[in-house]
């Protein structure tokens, strides 16, 4: 059922149940405020009558008018004295008698074949106690009141139907902007990246809806967009590898080729091989990241002897550049991590930092602990070197997938973009980010932040920002330098 029609017949029940209430309300209250007038007319002609009855005790008691209900009787039940409208038969019961002896009571009864009201009330006349029974119809009264129920059932559901033909008018109207903001959003295609909902100037939740909207079209519009540019890099990066590696199967193929020339060729194609896995391992990494999937399996380690591992291996590859590896932190720091991921992280950052920096230059590895917003603590991992730093327009898309500081340098050279995107991804599976800056004297500094809770201090009091070693009383640090260049 249509929201405009349900919002109609909820406001149409809603209107008739008021009315009945109202209605029933207001019918008792006119009941009540006629028969408080009639009693009033009543009183005075009892009070008239018991003064007369009063004023002349040896006489015959007078009842009034003929053409008024009026009655004396005993309090046994005896009939003194009745008028003709009141007919021969006492008018009250033992048990209404009873009531009256002890003060003034007023009910309906039938006098006569006429509906009538009735008042009783103790009079006094020679010393000895009467009960006089006064009145009079309720025709007039009655036909007030049924004026007014059928007013009431006459003029209560073409009421109710025009509340909720209002009711529907005043939805149709309010859901107006809901329906074109559905429209427009219907037609809005995944082609159509530019496209936003038309939002109403009014500051109402209608407007704030279609405010949401638009934010959540511009984030569905900006992962789409984020989606197709990673298909078609990923795409891109691929290609280059299988060509290659193509070629070098046809030239392989060539008859005529030597044995040298066949390992050469069988080597090249291996090389993009293994190219082309770790690619298709980076990308799952990130798609794996991206889903939410877990891909770390973490288990306590040492994480300086982490750091000197990726250490040793980075200097190896940075002999030929001639940069150096220096490892700055604490001797003892445990954390609970994935020790292929947490190096596959270190070593990217690694080969970042020693592909820019220059030549007899020193790149430095160094870890942690600092404090964390809401008190806690984290371990972070930087690598710094003193190279040209990033550009400022590369900052804020340094973690991006397929960003490359120098867009100049070839793909075998400056990678495929993914190492930042893996280093974050990294991260934030361990509770912790990436932050990438520039030093102030120089050169790119890449910091890597782990939860709290995932280190793991072995000795000494676990408040303190670093490791121990075992029995000692204070942290330990060390400076290690690697340099495997010519002297």
Request: hydrophobic share 50%; aromatic share 4%.
């Given at each position: 059922m249509p929201?405009?029609?349900?919002l109609a017949l909820l406001f149409a029940v809603g209107t008739a149940l008021v009315i009945t209430v109202a209605g029933l309300g207001f019918l008792l209250q006119l009941r009540v405020s006629v028969d408080a007038s009639l009693d009033t007319g009543l009183r005075s002609r009892a009070a008239s009558v018991a003064r007369e009855l009063a004023s002349e005790p040896a006489a015959?008691?007078?009842?009034?008018?003929?053409?008024?209900?009026?009655?004396v009787l005993t309090p046994a039940g005896q009939l003194l004295a009745s008028s003709a409208a009141a007919g021969p038969a006492p008018l009250l019961d033992p048990a209404q008698r009873m009531q009256a002896l002890a003060g003034e009571i007023s009910f309906i009864d039938i006098v006569a074949g006429d509906r009538s009201r009735l008042l009783a009330t103790p009079a006094t006349a020679g010393g000895r106690r009467l009960l006089v029974v006064v009145g009079t119809g309720t025709d007039?009264?009655?036909?007030?009141?049924?004026?007014?129920?059928?007013?009431?059932?006459?003029?209560?559901?073409?009421?109710?139907?025009?509340?909720?033909?209002?009711?529907?008018?005043l939805a149709g109207a309010a859901l107006r902007p809901v329906e074109r903001m559905r429209r427009e959003a219907a037609a809005i295609s995944e082609h159509d990246s530019g496209t936003w909902l038309?939002?109403?100037?009014?500051?109402?939740?209608?407007?704030?809806?279609?405010?949401?909207?638009?934010?959540?079209?511009?984030?569905l519009q900006g992962a789409l967009a984020r989606e197709r540019?990673?298909?078609?890099?990923?795409?891109?990066?691929?290609?280059?590898?299988?060509?290659i590696l193509r070629t070098e199967l046809d030239l392989a193929a060539r008859p005529g080729r030597s044995r040298e020339d066949l390992i050469e060729a069988i080597g090249h194609a291996g090389e993009e091989t293994d190219r082309l896995i770790r690619l298709a391992e980076d990308l799952l990494l990130l798609a794996r990241a991206d889903n939410g999937q877990p891909f770390l399996r973490p288990a306590p380690l040492s994480l300086p002897d982490l750091l000197a591992a990726a250490a040793r291996g980075a200097a190896a590859r940075a002999a030929p550049r001639q940069v150096g590896v220096e490892v700055h932190g604490p001797t003892e720091l445990h954390v609970r991590a994935d020790a292929d991921r947490l190096r596959q992280a270190v070593d990217n950052l690694l080969d970042n930092a020693i592909r820019y920096a220059p030549s007899g230059g020193v790149v430095e590895l160094s870890a942690s602990t600092r404090a964390a917003p809401g008190g806690s603590s984290m371990v972070r991992i930087e690598v710094a070197d003193r190279g040209p730093g990033f550009s400022p327009h590369f900052l804020p898309h340094a973690f991006e997938r397929f960003q490359r500081a120098d867009a100049a340098r070839s793909r075998d050279d400056g990678g495929a973009g993914l190492g930042l995107a893996i280093v974050r991804a990294v991260a934030i599976a361990h509770g912790g980010d990436a932050i990438a800056a520039n030093r102030p004297g120089g050169g790119a500094v890449v910091m890597v932040d782990l939860a709290a809770d995932t280190a793991?201090?072995?000795?000494g009091d676990p408040n303190q920002p670093h490791g121990?070693?075992?029995g000692a009383g204070k942290p330990q640090r060390t400076a290690t330098r690697w340099n495997q260049g010519p002297a």
């Open positions: 929201l405009r029609l349900r015959a008691p007078q009842v009034g008018q003929a053409d008024q209900i009026t009655q007039v009264s009655d036909a007030a009141v049924d004026r007014v129920r059928s007013a009431l059932l006459l003029g209560g559901p073409p009421a109710v139907l025009l509340a909720g033909f209002g009711a529907w008018l038309a939002v109403p100037d009014t500051r109402d939740e209608i407007a704030a809806l279609g405010a949401t909207m638009n934010a959540l079209l511009a984030r540019g990673f298909v078609a890099d990923a795409g891109h990066e691929l290609r280059t590898p299988l060509a793991e201090p072995l000795d121990h070693h075992r």
